[in-house]
């Protein structure tokens, strides 16, 4: 699925399941949470501590996603046409410095 289909299939689901959507605040407060979650399986799983190790990182990436489309349908964002902006861009700029990081061979 594109992100395109992505940011549809969110506002169907919320139009449908979810009532309205929370409100940008709201939902910037639950990405928060979302990605804290991630970094704790992160640091669990790849750092030295040894819980959460069975948690599921999938869904808990797939958590920040769904946010992510949320306040991008809120705000009025096409973030597919962001994403491959971006990328353009980062592929402009960062092919031949990330080839030439000696840190990176």
């Given at each position: 699925?594109?992100?395109q289909?992505?940011?549809?299939?969110?506002?169907?689901?919320?139009?449908?399941?979810?009532?309205?959507?929370f409100?940008?605040?709201?939902?910037?407060?639950?990405?928060?949470?979302?990605?804290?979650?991630?970094?704790?399986?992160?640091?669990?799983?790849?750092?030295?501590?040894?819980?959460?190790?069975?948690k599921?990182?999938?869904?808990?990436?797939?958590?920040?996603?769904?946010?992510?489309?949320?306040?991008?349908?809120?705000?009025?964002?096409?973030?597919?046409?962001?994403?491959?902006?971006?990328?353009?861009?980062?592929?402009?700029?960062?092919?031949?410095?990330?080839?030439?990081?000696?840190?990176?061979?």
């Open positions: 699925m594109d992100i289909n992505a940011q549809l299939a969110v506002d169907k689901w919320i139009k449908e399941h979810g009532v309205r959507y409100n940008e605040l709201t939902n910037m407060a639950q990405l928060t949470e979302e990605v804290g979650e991630v970094a704790r399986i992160i640091a669990r799983r790849y750092g030295e501590q040894e819980s959460d190790k069975n599921d990182l999938g869904e808990e990436l797939a958590d920040v996603v769904f946010v992510v489309l949320c306040l991008a349908n809120q705000t009025g964002i096409d973030l597919q046409a962001s994403f491959d902006k971006k990328l353009d861009f980062k592929t402009e700029r960062d092919h031949d410095r990330h080839h030439n990081n000696k840190k990176l061979k």
